[in-house]
């Protein structure tokens, strides 16, 4: 099975700061990584798709990178709606989601 | 619009069995892979299961293999989840999701808003 380790477990931040959230992979999943957003009592909600790809209608604030085992999700300016729990998830083999990272506003 | 709605939920003792629903509108839900995706009460997601759009294969996380069984209703357009043999531990809202492909796990696009499922004596 593959593990996906992400980090931090939360974090709070200032509007208009750049934060940033790390996830890996116990194994090489190539770009086969999704980032969700979710918020309190809602369904989660795809943000990037593909490791780097933009939803459609998701902010350009958001984005994400990386490859293989080691991936970043930036979010550059962060807004008072942003605050949320984002998990990331792979899809290589099966489908394991990170444990989250819970985002508040300093 | 493009909407899932989720039903069937509640509360079961050990052992038991429940069955959900996932009513799918605005699209064919046989023209989709579909999942289930629970969370426990303030823990993460968890991934449950998985059916191809042709139904020629179903995927299922360790723990609920051989209890938990995926099945899709083309008549009704409906998505549907059968669990048994319920543990405390199968506590959880469950969510199904669209998957953007027809094939394989993928990412999910659509999701319904939840039915909770409360195993407890």
């Known amino acids: 099975d593959i593990q996906m380790t992400q980090s931090p477990s939360s974090l709070s931040a200032s509007v208009g700061d750049r934060v940033t959230i790390t996830c890996q992979a116990s194994?090489?999943?190539?770009?086969?990584l999704n980032w969700y957003q979710q918020k309190p009592g809602e369904a989660p909600n795809l943000l990037i798709y593909?490791?780097?790809n933009l939803e459609t209608g998701v902010p350009s604030r958001f984005s994400g990178s990386g490859s293989g085992t080691h991936f970043t999700f930036t979010i550059s300016g962060l807004q008072p709606e942003d605050i949320a729990t984002y998990y990331c998830?792979?899809?290589?083999?099966?489908?394991?989601f990170g444990q989250g990272t819970r985002l508040e506003i300093k | 619009q493009v909407q899932l709605v989720e039903s069937g939920g509640g509360v079961v003792q050990p052992g038991g069995s429940l069955r959900l629903s996932c009513a799918a509108s605005?699209?064919?839900?046989?023209?989709?892979?579909m999942h289930w995706v629970r969370q426990a009460p303030g823990k993460g997601l968890e991934w449950v299961a998985f059916?191809?759009?042709?139904?020629?294969?179903?995927y299922y996380e360790d723990s609920v293999k051989g209890r938990f069984t995926i099945s899709r209703d083309k008549s009704n357009n409906t998505l549907h989840l059968q669990m048994s043999s319920l543990r405390a531990e199968d506590t959880a809202i469950y969510y199904c999701?669209?998957?953007?492909?027809?094939?394989?796990?993928?990412?999910?696009?659509?999701w319904g808003q939840g039915t909770m499922v409360t195993v407890s004596s």
């Open positions: 999701a669209r998957d953007i492909s027809s094939t394989a796990p993928d990412a999910f696009d659509i």
């Open positions: 194994q090489d999943i190539r770009s086969n």
């Open positions: 998830q792979q899809y290589d083999n099966l489908i394991t």
């Open positions: 605005g699209f064919t839900l046989s023209s989709y892979g």
């Open positions: 593909d490791a780097s």
């Open positions: 059916i191809r759009y042709d139904e020629s294969n179903e």
